[in-house]
């Protein structure tokens, strides 16, 4: 089960983990062995939708809190910019954080580029465009 952040994912977790790919325990702490803590991993199951929806369909399924949880730390931000408003700061896409953790998993960068390669053309033609955040313009009139 990935998650962006969440967990108890501090600086001294983050100095422990040198990837953007960290196991959590049931509790959410870090596990100590990083390694053994993503070894083993059959698939990964990623919840698309906003944060409210992703939380609802997470506490819904019982069956979604017995899996392994990880979590995403991106390297940077989302590659929307200012097409999209994120709730925190550090929030990407769902297919942004995959791609990140696939290409932990399997040590290979090139897999996360290529799965972003139609994600980046989508971004430069909605900007092209001129598509901006329909939310973050209905702020703006207020």
Not at 3 to 23: E, F, M, S, T, Y
Not at 92 to 112: F, H, I, Y
Request: glycine share 8%; charged share 30%.
């Amino acid at each position: 089960m990935l998650h962006l952040g969440g967990g108890k994912v501090d600086d001294n977790a983050r100095r422990l983990c040198k990837d953007p790919l960290i196991a959590l325990d049931r509790k959410g702490e870090p596990i100590v062995d990083q390694a053994a803590g993503l070894a083993g991993l059959q698939g990964l199951v990623a919840l698309d939708g906003n944060w409210a929806q992703a939380k609802a369909l997470w506490w819904r399924n019982a069956w979604l809190t017995r899996l392994r949880r990880l979590v995403v730390v991106p390297d940077g931000p989302s590659l929307y910019g200012n097409l999209r408003r994120e709730a925190r700061p550090e929030a990407v896409s769902t297919l942004e954080a995959v791609a990140l953790a696939l290409s932990v998993l399997e040590r290979d960068a090139s897999v996360r580029e290529r799965l972003l390669v139609p994600f980046r053309e989508l971004v430069r033609r909605a900007k092209a465009a001129g598509i901006r955040d329909s939310k973050r313009d209905r702020r703006s009139r207020r």
